[in-house]
């Protein structure tokens, strides 16, 4: 039988009501970062079933719901219940700077990673200038 002891159980209590229980967790985990002409959002969602997650744009809002689920079945006997359970959800609010409609989603080794590219509008681009001869100068895009 697994037994355990631990000293600091009433903080973890209270860390669990600021942070999140099993009935409801805290927030996923993210990193966000630019590379090149992308976006990348990489969520954090170990043990979680890749059909359980679900990834939506409204606008410019940008959706991830995920579930994990605890083993069930008539034989199994809970000794330990630790890990987060349930859904978890997060919200980013994405600039008019990404091109949504070309989002792609992997999931590998327990990590959701997300990959917007910068849309065409918003990326730098190069001004001509060539002169006309009168002494102005005229500006062309």
């Keep these: 039988m697994l037994m355990r002891t631990d000293p600091f159980r009433e903080i973890d209590r209270l860390a669990e009501q600021f942070f999140g229980t099993t009935s409801r967790p805290a927030m996923m985990h993210m990193d966000a970062y630019r590379d090149g002409d992308h976006f990348y ?39 330990a219940a630790e890990r987060p359970m349930g859904t978890f959800s997060r919200q980013l ?6 091109d949504t409609d070309r989002l792609e989603a992997g999931y590998d ?17 190069r001004v001509t200038v060539t002169a006309n001869g009168n002494g102005h100068r005229q500006l062309t895009a």
């Design 41 to 79: 959002a990489a969520f954090d969602l170990p043990g979680v079933d890749p059909d359980s997650i679900d990834c939506t744009v409204e606008r410019n809002v940008l959706t991830v719901r995920a579930e994990r689920r605890r083993p069930a079945g008539d034989k199994v006997e809970l000794v």
């Design 93 to 98: 609010f994405l600039g008019d700077t990404l």
């Design 109 to 125: 080794n327990g990590v959701l990673t997300l990959r917007i590219p910068i849309a065409e509008r918003a990326k730098p681009r």
